[in-house]
């Protein structure tokens, strides 16, 4: 019944295998990879046909975990999985980076890639591995892709570099890189380091390339197995077309590239875009899509030609040359930490928010509940690049937020040195080109000036490059457009001493080291110009936090004493809240973290938590209250929630006959610990008023 085609290695000290042939047997192909108990299924599927009207690739790639894969349950409201997690949607990129560039330009057929977690070990990192089981997948598929790729995770300890490190060995690791590429090319790197130099990233790359040669191996001879023919595409010859299109708007177009000014060279390419729908209306020997295909690769043809030949960039730049850079901190007078980075037309206004650990993030996972005190939000608005658009948070704005995180993440200090809760938020106000690393400019500048003691500043510069044969160009700072029409973003971000976090993604078929090595050397120099900038409006970190910025005290509480504070359902801690004004946390270990705004109400909050878990002294005398009245005495409630006994000889220095002829319930009084009963507290009003 199934037709089982079978391939397994030793990879990293561990058995991987791939399997397909018994499940989803009806997708264009279906892979099912095991890594000791973590099973991942991979399936890609392409329509059959190819609608006339679309002008792109429409390439989908999900990850998705389920949680009966790790014997969970959801937790929330509804019981099963929905929307995918910021997690899901970071692996989702990862596997689309490097696939992407690995199919034809005149394929435009509908494809999706699924990558499901189906078992999970909590040992064997589905990351890495849900991008080699995709990677199989297409390429038994018999669609035409150009693969296979794989992938490999790299870690650094002891000087060492680490192949497939465990989440416990990472914790160790000055270094968390992803690289993937082809047998013979790098197509995707993505790290976050503690400032490694850039002959060590450059190394790890190479140790990542070479370690994940067995994978691609194994999916050749499963792919070489299968057999499966492979979907021809038709090649159309387009050489009297682009000629036409060249006649008529090459001169426009070289004029428009001419232009410095982002929004009237826009208006150029428009113009020059209407001559050839003009031109070309009623003609029915080519459509609309293939015109225009011939027009993008004009425009490409002309920007490229201009680099490589005169060494001359669209705004008239260097290829080492940074745009112009404008910083400010300090420009919003109500938040924590406030900062503005103008870069060229890239501009971003960054805001930090600084709190108590109760707005930590948290987030479940297949691992469980995760918390982080370090958010990094990123908007990219429509107005930003001057249009129209929907509000909202794609994939773009989770990527672009998570790779500044990256950036400085290692930079920040620990936990018990600031215990504040951060929270940056990067709106993006212009955009012209790597408008994350701008973020992460701004993020820095905003973290230093909140009084967010960071070791160093951080700056980031998206390096570009033009490649035709062995001819190249690395450019430096690079525009929306040469992103565009170029053939690498490649993001470098770090302080003047070393990387933090680095992303490259390549949009042909693989880079040279020798390519890599010139693009980190000339984004160092360009770092170092950036943070030269930034450094005259902040080059260290305030050295108080500011005046709106909620002010911490900690206190350690006994852990018998933790649910005194808290009350019962949390009642004496909202209590303590409401009555003070202040925010109170308090954790496992009875560490109580109290902050507010001004003095007073962090003051009458720490009292009352003292109050709460003061140990009565004998001979001491406390204020209290008169909780209930019995006949043989009273009952006071004093330091907080502590109740004690007033005998009715204790009352008063006279005899008493009746203990409401004294005191009733409500009254204020001071009391006296005159001694211990079995635990219960002996307390006289006599006693306190003699002394």
Known sequence: MFNVVKKEIEWAGKKLSLETGKIARQADGAVILRAGDTVILATAVAAKKCNPETDFFP???????????????????????????EAETLISRLIDRPIRPLFPNSFRNETQVLATVISYDKDNDPEVLSLIASSAALSISG????????????GYVNNEFILNPTKEMLQNSSLELVVAGTKDAVLMVESETSGLTEEQMLAAVKFGHESFSPVIKMIEELKKEVNKEEIMIEEKDFADLKRKVSDLTTKKLEDAFSEKDKKIRGSLINEAREIIQSSFEGDETYTKVEIMDQFKSLEKDIVRTKILKNKIRID???????????????ILPRVHGSSLFTRGETQAIVATTLATADDEQRTESLEGMQRSRFMLHYNFPPFSVGEVGRIGTGRREIGHGKLAWRAVNAALPKQEDFPYTIRVVSEITESNGSSSMATVCGTSMSLMHAGVPIEKPIAGIAMGLIKEGDNFSVLSDILGDEDHLGDMDFKVAGTKDGITSLQMDIKITGITFEIMEKALSQAKQGRIDILNEMNKAISKSNAEVSQYTPKMEKVVVDKKDIAAVIGKGGATIREIVELSGAKVDIDDEGTVTVAAPDEESRNKAMQMIKDITAKPEIGKIYPGKVVKIMDFGAFVNFLGKQDGLVHISQLAAKRVEKVS???????????????????KVKLSIKEALNS
């Open 143 to 154: 669609l035409p892709f150009m693969g296979p790729v794989a992938a490999s995770k790299v």
């Open 59 to 85: 390439l989908t790639v999900n990850y998705q975990e389920k949680y009966y894969a790790a014997g969970k349950i959801p937790g929330g409201y509804f019981k099963r999985e929905a929307r995918p997690t």
């Open 316 to 330: 008239g730049r260097k290829l080492d040359q940074v745009r112009p850079i404008q910083c400010e901190v300090g």
């Open 661 to 679: 002829d004294v005191v009733k319930e409500g009254d204020e009084v001071n009391v006296k610990v005159i001694g211990f009963d079995r635990g």
